[in-house]
């Protein structure tokens, strides 16, 4: 197959053609082509349907502020919509189809939107579309849904893998055309840590898109004569297909590396991409500019695209835009773009010029004029050219180029909400304001338009960022051209002249949203979507903005601008996860069991972080409950053990260790003798509970705190606020020890007989009573923590050793509890036990209940000062009818109790006015044969014994039951003591 | 954003978990007569200044200090890093 | 005038010549009866209810900027009233209601789209938790469904369940949450408090308060003294600093909250999904691009802008739950100012200041409340009353001991 228009030259290899699908025809392109390229060669305009009118469109740009040349790319589940064909590297192999279109690209059903244009103007959907009411989420929606969006998500997991790194530099310069390459020398050579990133896939910038010199070469190949001196510093790290996206608080950006996106598939073991997180002292922006199209009747006709991407086109590519172009320009660039066609043999049917004193040439025609209209259903044929003294002459054409002068890419200096100003040589915006810290623009981006300007403005902005001393070292001739522009942003007159390609935004629109009274330009992009495209308005604001200010009788600085946000252009959400997903959605934390726990069969549950056994089936049990409920009558009938690692455990050390508890709880603990456990409850300053636990005292000055696992870290925290900026005199020193010890809960009547085989000292209860704690031995020697404490109201103890020991103290205990039938017991049956016990855990410490609501106000000491006294005593925390924690049983007891059901007087009605309270914990009871519930309810402690009715309408439930107390097994504590 | 830790030199701020107002340093008298009022100011109203703000951040994933930081809610910008308890120990705060 | 499908026509077929301002650019008066300051969702709807259901005359909105630019403007534009507590939820049952009638009310399109919010559970206290607040709506006439996992991959069926480092057990789902355009609710209540006398004068900065012997007068502008017989705040994410001026402090911090949006998609996604074990919430608009959030960025800040980590967490929160989103595009990020209070629940009251009203402290929860908010701080001005689903939003119950604290997390803004 021919490429009709490809030209000679270019920075492509011809002698490596590759093979591409477009719409599932077959071309071939070259390497170093973009897929935009190669289909241009290969004389295909149509790429493209615009968001509303589907509108035909081809490419505007040949880069990266692309609004119209967007593609699916690949297919399966790498199907990547919304690509740009203008910055997609074309591979061998590669598959691209067009998007936003019902039929075929050619014939779209949709385009009948085009004809309707004059109903669907801007806003039009805000007026009508409301009767009658139901018809919005049943019939005009999904029509609108439908309709909108461009490309389509394959919905199949993303099968890529991606990456995220940290780099650390002097200076980072951001682009490498002539203004970021001679920055990345000038700090490079001085011996500077640099970064020097760029977007596309060859550094240069536009002098891959020129064909003027730099000292005595192209300026292409002095870009790669400077890559190379880069390449051979090892302080410099070259980062090619980087796009920097955003500049972020304190010279920390964020760059996306695309390391596969140019192969069909990822080398193995190769992310798609990387989210490098670059930390500098300073920047260099060096992002170059973009130029701005002329509004002007049907403007947006597959061919007409931006005069500089017609140069680029031909100089780096070597593809003609068609074989019949003109040019439609205000400034001098445009002829520049009709020269370099013409030196490459490509007719210039004209270069239309809005300027009088254009400059005149001897290869093509000027024409003083405007391209007033143009014709072409799915490319431009004709465009019509009213000249200076009024007649229309036809141009015969297949490209049209448009220069309207170019916009300094100020992007990445609005990111931290600097506001740019405005340059009135040059008709744009240029950097303003504050930049983000330690920012310094060079270049186009500045402002500076010619090459040397843009050689100077990069080394000065280097040695500027850096401190560089002496003279400023002589820089190689280049080409020095000063801005020779005529401000021209629309032809008067049009209306459907295009502004914003993508979105369909016309002059008209614009006109009309200033009409309607939307004269802010938040109010203008909001209502007409301007700049609101894939390319943030990179190619359609400033056109807007002018029209805005022409018709408000202002200035285009007081009319200002909108704010660019990050990224700088679209990134992958993948690569924003990097690894994070699947299992490694989060880090799990295993328990020192959990190997054996593992090898036992258990089920294991997500406990925050943590993995923890919830139950361990036994073969034959097919529900959970009979695991469960047997685990739970083992451990009552004889001895179970259960890994309790999770739990915070928080050493607290030094001579005011007791006083600092003292304000760390509320409750006393200044009196705890040496060798005995408290049950402490924490508030919060609010005076709500934050947590409750255990601490222990093993000597005068050594206190242990475990807390729940929840809250092992807010907790710490909270004790190392209290001690560090409240009582930062205290003698008293905090270290968390959770993972330090792996920590087990023997439980049942045979628990002490039991540990009596592994410990080395006396248990007995004379010896070691309810409450005792002490640092002891096991297994001749072994050093090891016993603490006599019960969660599940059985004799019980809770033995922690080094966790390196955990494993094998776990084997040690089955072992020496085979004669007992030791049972393992998960999370469940934990939890089983500590609600037939009535204890509080997370369900009940919710975040919102004080120690009154808990059943536990008099623990408050008024004797002391603790964190969250005061405010405990509140009114409104201390009223008549609060909350109170009781036990709920159902009158029938096969009837279920859910947790989550509320409460309601038994005859009374049944809504929220009346609501009584709400089950926080539920569970079967082994033990008692029937469910049983943990509630908070009204004056709870006065209500014991009364008949209420549960309900939950979610799950449509609606029992009678009675309130007892939460204590629902061996109330008096006698198990526990024994 | 960085925070450079008086101790540890520049660390990111990803290291750290924010509290709020350093005033919550100056825990009001409990036994003064005013202490219902005192602490209902002190645990529930803020400046929230838009501007310099002195606030505390917790060095969780690293030294487990308490940090007063000099911030600007305008822009960021960070003016000064202290150690908490060296700031409570300048408001008189003891044991 | 009236906006109709006719119209639109009408005018196509006219030139559009006829379409006038859909709301006047006035002139300050001297003095109005009431001024509201601040033109976002709330102040506007402040002033429609004001004109339109309480008789109010003589009412003006002052905006220092444009209206709607605060964060009416910038949300992710999610609708519910899927809330627990007694304080909340009748309220935001009431907030839903007014959504459900408002275009007509209004005339004015804002695409209120009941396509249902999901909220995904993914351990038994969870669940638990869950019931309870299903329980609570359903209890309130609000509307609740719990759904089992089946349901919901029949709904999302490229939901991760099969590789899920945090399992999804089930979802509490509210159907008739939704999601709204919110450009065009100001505008809907801008154009409906116009055509009702209302003066909204953009543009005009309230730099100072008139107070004598305790009484509002009036308020120093931009735009010179306006006097006022009174004067509601309504203005979000700059609360602390405008009432500052009539030296009061506020139990309240500025967070900034960021929000992104993708590049235009055919439809994926129906309704709204939160994901409960990371940071992270979803929506696709009718323009196609997935709108997604996550947690606030944890710090004090009026600096409208967030950073990385956020950004990265929420993304990581989106790919654990959608791996299927990993090659759509975010388009961009931005971040709003929030008034995060103390228990992370509104306060629409009077001040200690005769004359002068408050409105304030929606943490992230505002936008839904606009409609609700909006009537009852105007129920408030007029009848110097609390409306009855807006009793408990007041100054003292922080002092009092009567927080109303969803997320049960006490007295650190950034938490809530």
């Not at chain 1, 509970?689 to 005292?697: F, I």
Request: aromatic share 8%; net charge neutral; hydrophobic share 40%.
């Amino acid at each position: 197959m021919t490429q009709k228009n490809r030209l000679d030259g270019g920075q492509i290899d011809t002698a490596i053609p590759m093979n591409f699908k477009f719409d599932g025809k077959s071309y071939i392109g070259y390497q170093g082509d973009t897929l935009a390229s190669a289909l241009l060669a290969n004389g295909v305009r149509l790429m493209g349907r615009s968001f509303k009118y589907h509108r035909p469109r081809g490419v505007l740009s040949a880069g990266s502020e692309e609004p119209n040349a967007l593609v699916q790319l690949r297919s399966g589940a790498r199907q990547e919509p919304n690509t740009r064909a203008t910055t997609t590297e074309l591979f061998d192999g590669l598959v691209a189809k067009s998007q936003n279109r019902l039929g075929s690209l050619r014939f779209d059903a949709m385009a009948i939107n085009d004809r309707f244009s004059n109903f669907l103007t801007a806003g039009f959907y805000y007026k009508t579309f409301m009767w009658p009411k139901a018809f919005w989420e049943k019939v005009y929606e999904p029509i609108i849904r439908k309709a909108a969006g461009l490309g389509s998500l394959s919905l199949l997991d993303d099968p890529d893998v991606y990456d995220k790194g940290f780099l650390h530099c002097d200076l980072l310069v951001i682009g490498a055309g002539p203004a970021g390459l001679m920055a990345a020398l000038t700090a490079g050579r001085s011996g500077a840590n640099v970064i020097l990133a760029d977007e596309d896939f060859t550094f240069g910038g536009r002098l891959n898109s020129e064909t003027f010199g730099i000292g005595d070469d192209a300026g292409a190949v002095w870009a790669a004569g400077a890559v190379a001196e880069l390449a051979s510093l090892p302080n410099v790290r070259l980062m090619v297909r980087t796009t920097v996206i955003g500049a972020f608080d304190h010279g920390i950006y964020g760059a996306v590396e695309r390391v596969s996106d140019h192969v069909a598939v990822p080398d193995a073991g190769k992310p798609r991409q990387i989210l490098w997180r670059i930390y500098t002292q300073r920047t260099v922006l060096a992002a170059g500019a973009i130029e701005r199209p002329i509004a002007f009747e049907n403007n947006d006709r597959p061919g007409i695209m931006l005069g500089s991407a017609i140069r680029t086109y031909a100089n780096r590519y070597g593809v003609a835009a068609d074989k019949r172009i003109a040019i439609f320009t205000n400034n001098d660039d445009g002829h520049r773009t009709a020269a370099d066609l013409h030196a490459k043999g490509v007719k210039i049917a004209a270069v239309v010029d809005v300027r009088a004193d254009a400059p005149r040439s001897m290869d093509f025609e000027v024409l003083h004029g405007q391209v007033v209209d143009t014709k072409g259903r799915l490319g431009l044929t004709f465009a019509d050219v009213k000249l200076a003294d009024g007649t229309i002459r036809t141009l015969d054409i297949g490209a049209l180029g448009m220069s309207g002068g170019w916009n300094p890419n100020v992007h990445m200096t609005c990111h931290q909400r600097g506001r740019p100003t405005w340059n009135a040589d040059l008709a744009a915006f240029v950097p303003g304001g504050t930049l983000p810290d330690g920012m310094i623009v060079a270049g186009a981006a500045n402002g500076d338009m010619s090459t040397a300007g843009a050689l100077r403005g990069g080394a000065q902005a280097a040695r500027a960022a850096l401190g560089l001393k002496g003279r400023l070292p002589k820089l190689p001739a280049a080409e020095d051209a000063p801005v020779n522009l005529t401000p021209f942003w629309y032809v008067e007159g049009c209306s459907r002249a295009w502004l914003d390609q993508q979105n369909d935004v016309t002059v008209k629109d614009v006109k009309l949203s200033h009409q309607e009274g939307f004269r802010s330009v938040e109010h203008l992009k909001r209502y007409t979507t301007l700049g609101m495209a894939t390319d943030q308005g990179k190619t359609s604001n400033m056109g807007g903005l002018a029209i805005m200010a022409e018709l408000a009788g202002k200035t285009i600085p007081q009319v200002g601008t909108t704010i660019f946000r990050p990224p700088y252009t679209p990134t992958a959400i993948g690569v924003l996860a990097g690894r994070h997903r699947g299992q490694d959605f989060h880090p799990k934390r295993l328990t020192p069991s959990h190997t054996w726990a593992a090898e036992q069969g258990a089920v294991f549950v997500e406990v925050g972080n943590w993995m923890r056994a919830q139950w361990f089936p036994k073969e034959g049990e097919s529900h959970w409950r009979e695991s469960v409920d047997r685990e739970v009558l083992a451990t009552r009938g004889s001895v179970g053990v259960c890994d309790v690692t999770t739990l915070g455990k928080i050493d607290v050390q030094g001579v005011d260790s007791a006083d600092f508890l003292n304000k760390i709880y509320c409750n006393g603990f200044a009196k705890l003798a040496v060798g005995k456990v408290r049950y402490g409850l924490m508030l919060r300053e609010d005076g709500i509970a934050l947590d409750d636990g255990t601490a222990g005292r093993l000597a005068e000055d050594h206190f242990v705190v475990t807390t729940t696992t929840a809250n092992a870290l807010p907790v710490y925290r909270h004790m190392e606020f209290v001690r560090q900026c409240l009582f930062p005199d205290m003698d008293v020193q905090l270290i968390s020890t959770t993972e330090a010890w792996a920590q087990y809960a023997v439980a049942g009547p045979n628990s002490r007989k039991l540990l009596e085989k592994i410990v080395d000292q006396d248990i007995s209860n004379d010896a070691f009573p309810f409450m005792a704690c002490a640092n002891i031995t096991i297994c001749g020697g072994l050093r090891a923590r016993l603490f006599r404490i019960s969660f599940s109201g059985e004799l019980a103890f809770e033995i922690a050793v080094p966790t390196a020991y955990g494993d094998a103290l776990m084997r040690k205990i089955m072992e020496a509890g085979a004669e007992f039938d030791v049972t393992p017991y998960g999370t469940e049956a934990l939890g089983v036990m500590r609600m037939e016990k009535g204890h509080a855990t997370g369900n009940e410490l919710n975040g919102t209940t004080s120690a009154l609501n808990l059943g536990m106000g008099r623990m408050v000491s008024t004797a002391k000062d603790s964190i969250g006294s005061v405010l405990s005593r509140r009114d409104g925390m201390n009223a008549a009818d609060a909350l109170m924690q009781v036990g709920i049983k159902p009158l029938d007891l096969g009837d279920p109790v859910p947790a989550g059901a509320h409460l309601m007087n038994a005859d009374g009605p049944v809504d929220a006015a009346h609501d009584q309270g709400y089950v926080t914990s539920a569970c079967y009871s082994p033990n008692l044969g029937h469910a049983i519930g943990l509630a908070f309810i009204k004056d709870g402690s006065n209500r014991i014994g009364e008949k209420m009715r549960l309900v939950s309408p979610l799950t449509g439930v609606d029992v009678a039951v009675e309130i007892v107390s939460a204590h629902f097994i061996d109330p008096k504590g006698e198990r526990l003591r024994a | 954003m960085i925070i450079d830790h008086p101790l540890l030199g520049p660390r990111d701020s990803s290291e750290f978990t924010y509290l709020g107002d350093a005033k919550l340093i100056e825990r009001p008298d409990p036994d003064a007569e005013t202490a219902t009022r005192d602490f209902y100011e002190y645990a529930y109203l803020r400046d929230n200044p838009a501007g310099w703000h002195e606030e505390l951040w917790f060095h969780e994933a690293g030294d487990r200090s308490w940090l007063v930081v000099t911030r600007n809610t305008l822009t960021h910008e960070i003016s000064k890093v202290e150690m908490a308890r060296d700031v409570a120990r300048g408001k008189g705060r003891s044991k | 005038m009236r906006y109709s499908g006719f119209q639109v026509i009408k005018q196509a077929l006219s030139g559009h010549k006829g379409w006038t301002p859909a709301w006047r650019d006035p002139e300050p008066q001297p003095h109005y009866d009431i001024i509201i300051i601040g033109g976002g969702g709330h102040g506007l709807a402040t002033a429609y209810y004001l004109a339109k259901e309480f008789g109010g005359k003589r009412i003006a909105v002052l905006e220092k900027g444009w209206i709607g630019g605060g964060n009416v403007g910038r949300n992710t534009t999610i609708i519910r009233s899927n809330y627990l507590l007694d304080g909340n939820e009748p309220f935001y049952e009431f907030s839903l209601k007014l959504w459900e009638g408002l275009e007509q009310d209004f005339n004015y399109n804002a695409m209120i789209s009941q396509r249902g919010i999901l909220n995904l559970i993914h351990t038994d206290a969870q669940r638990d938790a869950f019931i309870r607040r299903g329980n609570a709506m359903l209890l309130n006439g609000a509307d609740a469904e719990m759904l089992t996992t089946a349901q919901i991959k029949k709904r999302y069926p490229y939901l991760n369940t099969e590789d899920a480092r945090f399992p999804i057990k089930g979802g509490l789902a509210q159907h008739r949450g939704g999601t709204v355009r919110h450009d065009a609710v100001a505008w809907g209540y801008a154009r409906g408090a116009d055509s009702r006398g209302v003066d909204i004068i953009q543009n005009c900065e309230v730099t100072g308060f008139k107070i004598e012997n305790g009484t509002v007068l009036g308020v120093e502008t931009s735009r010179g003294f306006i006097g006022a017989g009174k004067v509601g705040c309504a203005v979000a994410g700059s609360s602390s600093r405008l009432m500052s001026k009539a030296n009061m402090r506020l139990p309240m911090e500025s967070h900034v909250l960021q929000a992104f949006v993708s590049e235009g998609l055919k439809p994926v996604m129906a309704g709204v999904v939160t994901f409960g074990a990371g940071h992270f919430y979803c929506s696709q608009s009718d323009k196609g691009g997935l709108v997604f959030g996550g947690d606030l960025d944890g710090y004090n800040s009026y600096a409208q802008r967030g950073n990385l980590p956020v950004l990265e967490d929420v993304c990581e929160g989106g790919m654990a739950i959608f791996p299927a989103f990993g090659r759509a595009r975010l388009l961009r990020m931005w971040g709003g100012v929030m008034d995060m209070s103390m228990d992370g629940s509104p306060i629409i009251d009077k001040t200690h200041i005769d004359g002068l009203y408050f409105n304030g402290g929606w943490c992230y929860g505002g936008f839904k409340a606009t409609p609700a908010s909006g009537f009852c701080f105007a129920h408030l001005l007029a009848k110097d009353a609390p409306h009855p689903f807006a009793t408990d939003y007041r100054f003292d119950r922080f002092e009092k001991g009567r927080m109303i604290d969803e997320k049960g997390v006490g007295n650190q803004p950034n938490l809530h």
